[in-house]
């Protein structure tokens, strides 16, 4: 294989794993802060309880996340050296902040959290967890400030062949950032929401410590509403600016080849072939994409075919459609997972509301469960679309993937790599998830009982040995 | 693109900004050895000096709540260099690329191993764990090592700014042996660490052990100068200064073992971190102004002018920079004020 598509597989599956535990910290740690705080203001013990079973939970998932992270910075540098030279005046500043201004947040006052509860003032053991997101929040900020440069470069100028910074403002006031951080927050927001109802559903369905897993699902199911609606609307003011930015995305993700008719009609499914360049087999909602683009019920959307030509003349010959089956249907997964959640989120707020949570049968609790995965297909399915519909370009319109790749580094380590980073993340996993189950299924009060005995095993002793030390 | 950045208000600092920034990663480097180096020691340490479950378990609670942020520093030094020297970044990341993919393997281990080995009770879930966090914490500073000392050994860096290194460049007698001196200096480091946060045996043990490597770290590092001295150029480049930094740490070194001696382990670990810090600032001092050595000769030398960002983007970050950390070192300090006492194993302990 060459080194261009294993950095790109290398790429996909780091950073998609890296992304199933980053919205789950950020919602997460919103949750346990709330909780925190309510035990604060109420005072009462059993959300002190809420909060330790919720940060254990959140801690697990934080390690991933944190570990998973480090190599996300280094994989520039590595497999795409020539990306890192080109852009590195703009996008490492991002980077670079994020570390100094979250990173070192998120570190120290998780420290805090943990270690902390006989050790500081409960005042200031919340204001630890509280920093914590605000933490999570701005490490999102940053590392969207420099994923929207690639998406739609601003803020810089072309010098001795590399892009170098002119107007940092520019970067930090990007109107990408502005449709994707929302999108992205209230993506995350929605994720730990529907985590932990799905959790306090199932533990609500076994009858165990119900007052807690209530209590958290009522909470959880407010944040997942109000987050829904948010990923919703957020969305769609980032689809209406994709159309005026990044017309080709747009056009990969609704399968259209020719420019549409006015008004222009929202495709529900259809068969793509790339290789004739048309689809087939279309049920369409006639309208609605002129809708999505415009806020109206007119004006046309532009075909793949056209804006091909364009780009063609503006950056020289070369195919600029991106694969348009994966963005066509992970944007369509992407909504179909959002809508759902909306559904669910409404009619779970209903329940809530009028306190018939328990009675509404174990249907409606049974389908919570299974909705914890629609969140992360819905994160996953969103990322793919926008980082899939922007090629074959890694900073939109002045550098194609391929030209970012290192020069000097083969295949075959390439190779070795992605297998001992996939390795690695497939233990990791089976070992979070393993643990998670766990930690659910013992609940919230098997917190750390006094150990009686100290079962001890020294590897690296002589004996390599094993004692029981009773005390 | 030889071109040194300077602004007026830097006639009060006689630095370019790009040299400024030069200096900035090298204090990032060096915050990172003298701290995260402690909290490797400790990781070795839980492999020689615990002798049951709850002293491994004591000892990994007395980095707990600081491993984390001490490796911020790791991340915040990678992600200065991506934005202030682009092609030190690229040409080092691309270049060490096998060696860091076992970096990266060891960091991702280790820091799910401190979060997962007290989840549960059974002895191979813990002992897997343990075996993960005494191997990674003895690898981490030991790879670190030889690749700081292939900086100053000079690397095959071409026309084009890659490096092209085969396995000799990088695995070789000079570069062993210092990455053999920074993982005892980091053990030794730990072992005071551990001295300083524990109490009664396990204090005697991490104390008595830190004075048994003493001489071990004297000569091997004494070794390494020499080789430095006749194996790279940098005592020619720097002259005094290095020779200065050599008879500091020398010091640093007669006055940790002095300490240890006396049982003063605050002292004696202050001065363990002494000499940490002199060390690789040594090796930024015999850098300067190349930031990667070409030893194809100087015309491929990677400097802090050919490598540098443009002056807006250094600048914009000078000031983000002189912002933010006077706030990151205060929470810092102040968490470790939070968790000076020194634990016992009658304490709750959270990993």
Redesign the interface.
């Given at each position: 294989m060459d080194p261009i598509m294993l950095s790109r597989i290398q790429y996909a599956l780091t950073t998609i794993f890296h992304f199933f535990f980053v919205p789950l910290s950020i919602g997460l740690v919103l949750l346990v802060a709330i909780m925190e705080t309510l035990y604060v203001v109420k005072g009462k013990e059993i959300y002190k309880t809420m909060a330790k079973f919720w940060g254990k939970l959140f801690?697990?998932n934080f390690?991933?996340g944190?570990?998973?992270g480090?190599?996300q910075?280094?994989q520039?540098?590595?497999?795409w050296?020539?990306y890192?030279?080109f852009?590195?005046?703009?996008?490492?500043?991002p980077?670079?902040?994020?570390?100094?201004?979250a990173?070192?947040?998120e570190?120290?006052?998780?420290?805090?959290w943990?270690?902390?509860w006989?050790?500081?003032s409960k005042k200031v053991h919340l204001a630890c967890i509280w920093l914590v997101f605000v933490g999570t929040f701005l490490s999102a900020l940053w590392i969207l400030a420099a994923n929207s440069f690639m998406q739609h470069p601003v803020g810089f100028e072309i010098?001795?062949g590399?892009a170098?910074?002119?107007d940092?403002f520019a970067l930090i006031t990007n109107g990408q950032l502005l449709v994707e951080f929302p999108h992205t927050i209230f993506g995350a927001l929605m994720t730990g929401a529907f985590v932990v109802t799905g959790i306090s559903a199932y533990k609500l369905m076994k009858k165990q410590d119900v007052e807690i897993f209530r209590k958290s699902f009522n909470i959880a199911i407010i944040i997942a509403l109000v987050s829904s609606f948010g990923v919703a609307f957020s969305g769609h003011f980032q689809a209406q600016y994709l159309v005026e930015t990044q017309p080709m995305k747009m056009a990969a993700s609704e399968g259209t080849w020719t420019t549409t008719e006015d008004p222009a009609p929202w495709t529900v499914v259809a068969f793509i072939d790339p290789d004739k360049q048309e689809s087939t087999g279309e049920i369409k909602i006639p309208g609605l994409l002129s809708y999505l683009s415009y806020s109206k019920f007119s004006g046309s959307v532009k075909g793949m075919k056209e804006l091909n030509a364009e780009y063609q003349q503006t950056y020289g010959p070369g195919d600029y459609i991106p694969p348009v089956r994966t963005t066509f249907w992970s944007f369509r997964i992407m909504i179909a997972a959002g809508g759902l959640m909306i559904v669910l989120a409404l009619y779970g707020t209903f329940l809530a509301v009028r306190k018939k949570l328990e009675v509404a049968g174990k249907w409606f609790m049974r389908l919570m469960v299974f909705a914890i995965s629609l969140p992360f297909i819905a994160n996953t399915s969103g990322w793919i679309m926008t980082e899939v519909g922007r090629q074959p370009w890694t900073v939109f319109g002045y550098m194609t993937t391929e030209a970012g790749v290192?020069?000097?580094?083969s295949a075959g380590?390439i190779l070795?790599?992605t297998i001992?980073?996939t390795a690695?993340y497939t233990v990791?996993g089976i070992?979070m998830v393993y643990?998670f189950v766990?930690?659910i299924k013992a609940g919230p009060f098997a917190v750390?009982k006094p150990e009686d005995h100290?079962?001890?095993?020294?590897?690296?002793?002589v004996d390599g040995g094993?004692?029981v030390?009773t005390k | 693109?030889n071109r040194p950045i300077r602004s007026a208000w830097m006639e009060v600092i006689p630095l370019s900004l790009s040299e400024l920034w030069f200096l900035l990663i090298a204090v990032l480097f060096v915050g990172f050895f003298f701290l995260e180096g402690f909290d490797f020691g400790v990781g070795m340490s839980t492999?020689?000096i615990?002798?049951?479950?709850?002293e491994?378990r004591t000892l990994i609670?007395s980095i707990?709540?600081?491993w984390?942020?001490n490796?911020?520093w790791l991340?915040?030094a990678?992600?200065?260099?991506?934005?202030?020297?682009?092609?030190w970044?690229?040409?080092?990341?691309?270049?060490f690329?096998?060696p860091?993919?076992v970096v990266?393997?060891a960091?991702?281990?280790r820091?799910?191993a401190?979060?997962?080995r007290s989840?549960?009770?059974q002895?191979r879930w813990?002992?897997t764990w343990?075996?993960i966090i005494?191997v990674s914490s003895a690898l981490l500073p030991f790879l670190f090592g030889v690749v700081f000392a292939t900086f100053m050994k000079g690397l095959p860096i071409d026309g084009?700014?890659?490096?092209?290194a085969g396995f000799l460049d990088i695995v070789n007698p000079y570069t062993v042996i210092g990455g053999l001196s920074v993982t005892l200096l980091c053990l030794v480091h730990g072992l005071l660490f551990a001295s300083l946060r524990t109490v009664g045996d396990l204090r005697e043990r991490a104390l008595k052990t830190a004075q048994k490597l003493m001489l071990p770290l004297a000569s091997l590092l004494a070794v390494y100068a020499l080789m430095t001295y006749f194996m790279t150029d940098v005592f020619a480049v720097r002259g005094w200064a290095l020779w200065i930094m050599v008879v500091l740490g020398a010091v640093a070194l007669a006055l940790a073992a002095y300490f240890v001696r006396q049982k003063r382990e605050g002292w004696a670990f202050g001065m363990t971190g002494a000499v940490i810090a002199i060390a690789f600032a040594s090796v930024f001092i015999g850098l300067f102004p190349r930031v990667m050595v070409s030893s194809f000769g100087a015309a491929y030398d990677l400097t802090v002018y050919n490598a540098a960002?443009?002056a807006?983007?250094l600048k914009?970050?000078t000031i983000?920079?002189c912002t933010?950390?006077p706030f990151?070192l205060g929470?810092?300090i102040w968490?470790y004020y939070?968790?000076r006492k020194r634990l016992n194993e009658q304490h709750?302990l959270?990993y």
């Open positions: 801690l697990i390690a991933v944190v570990v998973t480090i190599l910075e280094f520039f540098g590595m497999n050296s020539e890192s030279r852009v590195g005046d703009v996008f490492g500043a980077l670079a902040i994020e570390a100094l201004l990173f070192f947040m570190s120290t006052f998780i420290g805090l943990i270690f902390g006989d050790r500081l010098n001795n590399r170098e910074m002119n940092f290192s020069p000097n580094v380590m070795f790599s001992a980073f690695a990791l070992v643990l766990r930690e750390d100290d079962e001890s095993a020294d590897p690296f002793g094993y004692s030390v | 693109m492999g020689i615990a002798k049951t479950d709850r491994r609670n707990g709540p600081f984390d942020g490796e911020v991340i915040t990678g992600g200065a260099m991506f934005a202030a020297f682009p092609h970044y690229a040409t080092m990341f691309s270049g690329y096998l860091l993919v990266l393997l960091l991702i281990g820091g799910v401190f979060e997962f989840k549960m009770k002895q813990r002992k343990d075996i005494v084009e700014m890659q490096l092209r960002s443009g807006y983007s914009v970050m983000v920079a933010l950390l990151v929470y810092q968490s939070i968790f709750h959270e």
